[in-house]
């Protein structure tokens, strides 16, 4: 089971963190990654962190502004969200994956979502 936490209403320009932590059944897993979607939109890639070495990747829309992290001994992966605009209102998904990493499909396990709204 994967519980995501930390949404909320912010104004643009601020900040975030969202935790995602895994509990219940022990899982290995290849990559654990944080998808968002809005309203009458796809669910889109935003940042995934490969668990065993750390690696990071990030849609492009996020650069810069996101950082994705995990505590291996907590079970838990971070998104750190700066500088945040309008545009990045969604509701926000962390999930696990055990091969792949950046689209939807390769992803085995999904967290209920959390709502991050950014006010202009």
């Known amino acids: 089971q994967l519980q995501a936490s930390g949404g909320g209403l912010v104004q643009a320009g601020g900040s975030l963190r969202l935790s995602c932590a895994a509990s219940?059944?022990?899982?290995?897993?290849?990559?654990r990654g944080w998808f968002r979607q809005a309203p009458g939109k796809e669910r889109e890639f935003v940042a995934a962190?490969?668990?065993?070495?750390?690696?990071?990747y990030y849609a492009d829309s996020v650069k810069g502004r996101f950082t994705i992290s995990r505590d291996v001994a907590k079970n838990t992966v971070y998104l750190q969200m700066n500088s945040l605009k309008p545009e990045d209102t969604a509701v926000y998904h962390c999930?696990?994956?055990?091969?792949?990493?950046?689209?939807?499909?390769?992803?085995?396990?999904w967290g209920q979502g959390t709502q991050v709204t950014v006010s202009s």
């Open positions: 999930a696990a994956s055990r091969s792949g990493m950046l689209r939807v499909e390769e992803y085995d396990y």
């Open positions: 219940g059944r022990t899982f290995s897993s290849f990559a």
């Open positions: 962190v490969t668990w065993t070495a750390g690696n990071r």
